[in-house]
């Protein structure tokens, strides 16, 4: 049973899960990324470089894993900054506390969720009743919205689920049908749901003043379901999935695509030898990756399979091979002598750790026209991750169980000699390699694929980037942004 009238059997390590699973982000405002974002984002606005972010990722999943204080937190707080010479937005005690709460407050709520959905496979309806703290500091609509129970799948909690602002102390509770019967509640009625409202609101970010669209009686930044972009909807979310497609999440304006001319690199590297060829050829008109520039908006992991559903299947449990074992041996060969084992993992600059391995050659081998040479570029794996000249991140939403994906791309355009220049993009979804992308062409061609928030450029002038913006930022922050002091 869940919330107030059950309580959960489990652990409450959904909450702090969440909080481990984000992936550092540096931005300059709070607007650099939105909404669903932040549910496989950890940032601090004005936070530009990684290992400031870094530090206070791993302060915050400390203080929900071990139970400590704000004043517990405030101390890491304060050896962060002199540590690291941050010139912060706003007074001491507010900034701690703010970050502190926010992060708090998300996580229990996504955690929440979490635990719902795992009492959503005993079977039976689910239901979710709104809870606020009724005392004078309550905002009027969050009062108004206090005991609506809804089943969990209804479109109220898609935007209205909390917290729902700075500050916001309201929650709710996961409910069974016995749980409604013990209570003596009932399922609120259609025509008893308060009427939904939007409100346009004039947003302050680096690059000027956006128009945004928000629910009567929300923060700006805060409607959506955290809960559901963490952990999908559904008990089976995996097959849900399935059935959904991955769509992308666009940035604001000015910090997706870059114009930035990128020159090629040079490299001591060469391409390895090419696997046989399985007997049956690709298909008419699917042109080999070396040779194929992506279409615009094209995205290398997506092109072949969903982004953000996890890694190729591998192991026992793969698919059979469509390729001679002959090719089969080769692909998994050449990947070793790159490696050095049949598995590796490579560190990026910003530290994030990759996991590379034989899924994939599981991978390749599962369709024909996948085994298109692209092998002889193995070698260069190593350099791409360790040595990227920009890694970007991008965001992604599955349309059937809404969970919401995270992706670091790895771009560098290689001159392997006075002829030959390559273009090489390789996806990572969390912490496994996920795809690559390789052809021949010129730098125009990579710009479909230079998508997402840049976050770092390997001539040191992606904290520039961020850093440039901080000021802007800041005072950007006064908009509605990390100043909230409403409670609720």
């Known amino acids: 049973m869940a919330g107030g009238a059950s309580s959960f059997a489990l652990p409450f390590t959904e909450a702090i899960d969440f909080l481990k699973d984000k992936v550092d982000v540096p931005t300059a ?17 004005g936070a530009t470089k990684a290992q400031l972010v870094a530090d206070f990722h791993q302060a915050v999943t400390a203080a929900i894993g071990e139970g400590r204080t704000l004043e517990d937190f405030r101390k890491d707080f304060d050896r962060i ?67 609506i129970i809804l089943p969990v799948d209804h479109p109220f909690w898609d935007t209205h689920y909390p917290p729902n602002g700075w500050n916001c102390r309201c929650s709710v509770q996961f409910l069974t049908e016995d749980d409604l019967r013990r209570m003596g509640w009932e399922v609120t ?59 992308e999440l666009k940035v604001p304006a000015g910090l997706g695509h870059s114009a ?40 290398p992991a997506s092109r072949d399979r969903g982004i953000g559903v996890g890694p190729p299947p591998s192991g026992p449990g793969a698919p059979p091979a469509t390729a001679p074992a002959e090719t089969v041996d080769a692909l998994r060969q050449a990947l070793r002598q790159t490696l050095g084992a049949d598995e590796a993992v490579l560190t990026d600059p910003l530290g994030e750790r990759i996991s590379v391995g034989q899924a994939i050659i599981d991978h390749m081998i599962e369709v024909p026209s996948r085994i298109d040479g692209r092998e002889r570029f193995f070698p260069f794996i190593p350099e791409l991750v360790e040595a990227p000249q920009e890694i970007w991140i991008g965001f992604a939403e599955n349309t059937a169980s809404g969970r919401v994906s995270i992706r670091r791309r790895y771009v560098r355009y290689v001159q392997i000699d006075k002829t030959l220049v390559i273009g090489l993009v390789a996806d990572a979804d969390g912490n496994r390699w996920s795809g690559m992308t390789f052809f021949r062409g010129s730098v125009s061609a990579l710009k479909n694929l230079r998508t997402g928030l840049r976050i770092w450029q390997s001539d040191g002038t992606g904290a520039a980037i961020l850093a440039a913006a901080t000021a802007a930022g800041q005072a950007a922050q006064g908009n509605g942004g990390e100043d909230g002091t409403a409670d609720a």
């Open 29 to 45: 405002s709070w607007t650099d990324i939105r909404e669903a974002m932040h549910a496989r984002a950890f940032v601090v606005a």
């Open 81 to 147: 900054v002199a540590a690291h010479g941050w010139d912060y937005n706003g007074s001491r005690n507010w900034r701690s506390g703010v970050i502190y709460n926010t992060n708090m407050r998300m996580a229990v709520a996504a955690g929440r969720w979490a635990q719902g959905m795992r009492l959503a496979e005993g079977g039976g309806r689910l239901y979710i009743r709104y809870t606020a703290i009724l005392d004078s500091a309550t905002r009027p609509l969050h009062r108004e919205w206090h005991a």
């Open 189 to 247: 009625k259609d025509e008893d749901i308060p009427a939904i409202l939007w409100e346009k609101r004039e947003l302050k970010t680096p690059d000027g003043t956006e128009i945004v669209s928000v629910p009567e009686g929300i923060d700006t930044g805060f409607g959506y379901n955290v809960g559901k972009a963490a952990w999908g909807r559904g008990a089976d979310r995996l097959a849900i999935e399935r059935h959904g497609k991955w769509e």
């Open 260 to 299: 930035d001319k990128l020159d090629p690199v040079k490299t001591e590297t060469k391409p390895g030898p090419a696997a046989p060829k399985p007997d049956k050829a690709p298909a008419k008109g699917d042109a080999p990756a070396s040779d194929k520039a992506p279409a615009k908006g094209d995205a």
